[in-house]
């Protein structure tokens, strides 16, 4: 299982490290797409100084520039993965090791409920 990490960036430079280290580590991880949603607290150009020579991470800034929200972000992030598995994280926030693992092993198998 192979996926893109897809976190929206506004204004938290001073978190957005330890998520993108923390989405890295995790093996499934393939790629860490982050977008600028028109900060101005320079988190692009932290990420780029930071993870520039990762080819995991991809900072993109939207055409245009501008504020568009979380939501638009998101979705701008998934039209760029390329992984067939997607997870959202947020840019002050940060993902427990393991992480996919245990979400794997912790899964039930899924209901099916059946209408006459």
């Known amino acids: 299982m192979k996926v ?19 989405a890295l580590s995790q093996s499934e991880t393939a790629e860490v797409i982050i977008i600028d949603d028109g900060s101005d607290d320079d988190g692009a150009g ?26 638009a972000a998101r979705n701008f992030g998934i039209k760029n993965a390329t992984q067939p598995f997607l997870a959202f994280l947020d840019a002050d926030d940060y993902m427990l090791p393991k992480r996919f693992e245990n979400t794997r092993k ?3 198998p899924p209901i099916h409920y059946y209408c006459n």
């Open 46 to 71: 932290l990420v780029q100084g930071t993870f520039g020579q990762d080819s995991r991470v991809k900072c993109l800034v939207r055409e245009g520039g501008g504020r568009h929200g979380a939501g």
């Open 106 to 108: 912790s899964r039930k």
């Open 4 to 22: 893109s990490v897809i976190i929206p960036l506004y204004n938290q430079a001073r978190f957005v490290k330890r998520a993108i280290e923390s």
